[in-house]
T-cell receptor
Framework: GAGVSQSPSNKVTEKGKDVELRCDPI?????LYWYRQSLGQGLEFLIY????????KSGLPSDRFSAERTGGSVSTLTIQRTQQEDSAVYLC????????????FGQGTRLTVV | GNSVTQMEGPVTLSEEAFLTINCTYT??????LFWYVQYPGEGLQLLLK?????DKGSNKGFEATYRKETTSFHLEKGSVQVSDSAVYFC??????????FGTGTRLQVFP
């Protein structure tokens, strides 16, 4: 597609359930980022990928969070045993493999844990 | 570690007023610096960038100069419009390609 695509756009889940969030980056972009934006908060870095490898996982809030990327393209962020504090907008972005180029953001997945 | 600090908002201005949103950074080496903007109901998008010291990024009347001596990248606009109302994020890209954002500053412009 022309831009970064995230699915679902909205997800309501019960506390304790697992959820998977998907990101389709722009074709040819080797760098892929996941961020979390909570109400009234800034962008919290979660993890980023260069190709299929994740050089920095330091932003993942707990071991309930994991992410993978396959084929240097689609990425999945998985949250196990969701908690109410996981409610937020999860943003994905991609960029070409060069640090001074633009990152393109998806519209995000709004996760609500009830 | 590397980080970005922005002034807290909201910043409330009348139309045609002068805008400054402060941003300072902490980083090793020579990061690239960015301003991203998030308009209501839309995704984040790049506003401007600067890749080395003394570079000035500009777009849509906004400007920011990469000041290594003060580790700053303040965003300015001479005359804001109602349509500039948005959340503005300062960011840096460090030598590992990790993109780090500030907490964002909400700008509200009234007619």
């Amino acid at each position: 597609g022309a831009g970064v695509s995230q699915s679902p756009s909205n997800k309501v889940t019960e506390k304790g359930k697992d959820v998977e969030l998907r990101c389709d980056p722009i074709s040819g972009h080797t760098a892929l980022y996941w961020y979390r934006q909570s109400l009234g908060q800034g962008l919290e870095f979660l993890i980023y990928f260069q190709g299929n490898s994740a050089p920095d996982k330091s932003g993942l809030p707990s071991d309930r969070f994991s992410a993978e990327r396959t084929g240097g393209s689609v990425s999945t962020l998985t949250i196990q045993r969701t908690q109410q504090e996981d409610s937020a907008v999860y943003l994905c972005a991609s960029s070409v493999n060069w640090r001074n180029t633009e990152a393109f953001f998806g519209q995000g997945t709004r996760l609500t844990v009830v | 570690g590397n980080s970005v600090t922005q002034m807290e908002g909201p910043v409330t201005l009348s139309e045609e007023a002068f805008l400054t949103i402060n941003c300072t950074y902490t980083a090793t080496g020579y990061p690239s610096l960015f301003w991203y903007v998030q308009y209501p109901g839309e995704g984040l998008q790049l506003l401007l960038k600067a890749t080395k010291a003394d570079d000035k990024g500009s777009n849509k009347g906004f400007e920011a100069t990469y000041r290594k001596e003060t580790t700053s990248f303040h965003l300015e606009k001479g005359s804001v419009q109602v349509s500039d109302s948005a959340v503005y994020f300062c960011a840096l890209s460090d030598n590992t390609d990790k993109l780090i954002f500030g907490t964002g500053t909400r700008l509200q412009v009234f007619p």
